[in-house]
């Protein structure tokens, strides 16, 4: 799709990849689309587009023909995750650090409304230098939000270098505990640590929770691993084929 379209973000959708597969197979299969209390995701780094539709396309959301037009004119798949026309998507993204605030406003309307709807946050973890993001995490907890999670993609790159040298993180779990999260640390790649931190013990909640993922940017193309190159660069002619190889053998 990326190379297709002369796009970006190849890298920032594959280490991603995993934690949004996990949560639309999850609320695809326990949801039925356009139930008012079925559960939402909200793809708050929405430069991870093409991974998104991916996903989308593939857990039934929408034809999967339709991922030939990514980026095209016309399309509702465009460059960044775009609610319009796209079933699936709860939100337009794109200037990071709106999702989050907005999922806060949901679900506090939810708790009065005694739905047992809930809201999945997904935020890149360079998005957490946007302040708007920690404003909405003190919301959450004062509100106590209980039926709001985010999961970070903690890849630890952001556009030009690494998240530290751009504006450090960490200890990102004790900033988040400290603002009155329920925090969990995870290998943002393994399927079944995802779902059991996204979809465990719900019920039992005090707090709104993060689940902070430690994923590998370009994760499955060993060239686009760990590289920040890969944050921008489409793949064409070579890097193609042989991303789509090595890709291939891990099926």
């Keep these: 799709m990326t190379s297709r379209a002369k796009a970006a973000h190849v890298g920032s959708s594959l280490s991603v990849i ?7 197979s999850e609320i695809t ?15 708050s780094k929405g430069h991870a587009a093409a991974g998104t539709y991916s996903v989308l396309a593939h857990t039934g959301y929408f034809p999967v023909d339709w991922l030939d037009t990514y980026c095209e004119n016309d399309s509702p798949l465009i460059g960044h995750v775009n609610k319009y026309g796209v079933p699936g998507v709860a939100h337009s993204t794109g200037s990071l650090g709106h999702a989050l605030p907005f999922a806060c406003g949901k679900a506090l309307a939810s708790i009065r409304q005694g739905s047992s709807r ?12 946007e302040g708007s993001n920690w404003e909405a995490a003190l919301v959450a907890s004062h509100l106590s939000l209980t039926n709001l999670t985010v999961l970070i993609d903690r890849n630890r790159l952001q556009s030009l270098q690494g998240t530290e040298e ?6 990102l779990a004790d900033k988040w505990k400290s603002f009155g999260w329920d925090v969990e640390v995870i290998d943002g790649h393994n399927h079944t640590e995802i779902h059991r931190s996204a979809f465990g013990k719900i019920e039992n909640r005090s707090k709104p929770k993060v689940v902070i993922c430690e994923t590998i940017k370009g994760y499955g193309v060993s060239f686009m691993e760990n590289s920040v190159l890969w944050h921008y660069k489409s793949p064409t002619g070579e890097f193609l084929t042989d991303a789509l190889e090595e890709l291939g053998r891990r099926e």
Aim: contains cysteine; glycine residues 4%.
């Design 18 to 24: 995993d934690i949004l597969s996990v949560l639309f």
């Design 29 to 43: 299969s326990v949801s039925t689309a356009g139930e008012t209390d079925e559960d939402l995701v909200f793809v």
């Design 118 to 129: 809930r809201y999945y946050v997904v935020l890149s973890d360079g998005e957490c230098d």
């Design 166 to 171: 751009t504006i450090a993180l960490e200890p």
